[in-house]
């Protein structure tokens, strides 16, 4: 089992950051931060592999970066230069799968958070 907690959601003015932190009981080898808006599908954001490698979505390429603390098991999410369409509940997530082709698709990840909401405001 792996218990996942967001933190570091909020409400931040168009072009404005945050940074969302995951506490993880344990980091698999595969992480990553999924978005969903009420009514739409949860979509993937940005994942890491534990060799360090990562993978992003187009629409948030050269604003988020994702990262991991593996001594205290904590993934970041840095997410520059915000806009209203990035407004969702983002949420992390671990998988347990030891290689995946593509790392921002929901069903190889079995472990969830509860969830952070980010607002951007224009």
Same mark, same amino acid.
């Given at each position: 089992?792996?218990?996942?907690?967001?933190?570091?959601?909020?409400?931040?003015?168009?072009?404005?950051?945050? /940074?969302?932190?995951?506490?993880?009981?344990?980091?698999?080898? #595969?992480?990553? %931060?999924? /978005?969903?808006?009420?009514?739409?599908?949860?979509?993937?954001?940005?994942?890491?592999?534990?060799?360090?490698?990562?993978?992003?979505?187009?629409?948030?390429?050269?604003?988020? @970066?994702?990262?991991?603390?593996?001594?205290?098991?904590?993934? #970041?999410?840095?997410?520059?230069?915000?806009?209203?369409?990035? @407004?969702?509940? #983002?949420?992390?997530?671990?998988?347990?799968?030891?290689?995946?082709?593509?790392?921002? @698709?929901?069903?190889?990840?079995? #472990? %969830?958070?509860?969830?952070?909401?980010? @607002?951007?405001?224009?």
């Amino acid at each position: 089992q792996v218990q996942l907690v967001e933190s570091g959601g909020g409400s931040v003015q168009a072009g404005g950051s945050l /940074r969302l932190s995951c506490a993880a009981s344990r980091l698999r080898d #595969y992480m990553g %931060w999924f /978005r969903q808006a009420p009514g739409k599908e949860r979509e993937g954001v940005a994942a890491i592999k534990s060799d360090g490698s990562t993978t992003y979505a187009d629409s948030v390429k050269g604003r988020f @970066t994702i990262s991991q603390d593996n001594a205290k098991k904590i993934l #970041y999410l840095q997410m520059n230069s915000l806009e209203p369409e990035d @407004t969702d509940i #983002y949420y992390c997530a671990a998988s347990s799968a030891i290689w995946l082709g593509y790392p921002l @698709t929901r069903a190889p990840y079995n #472990y %969830w958070g509860q969830g952070t909401q980010v @607002t951007v405001s224009s």
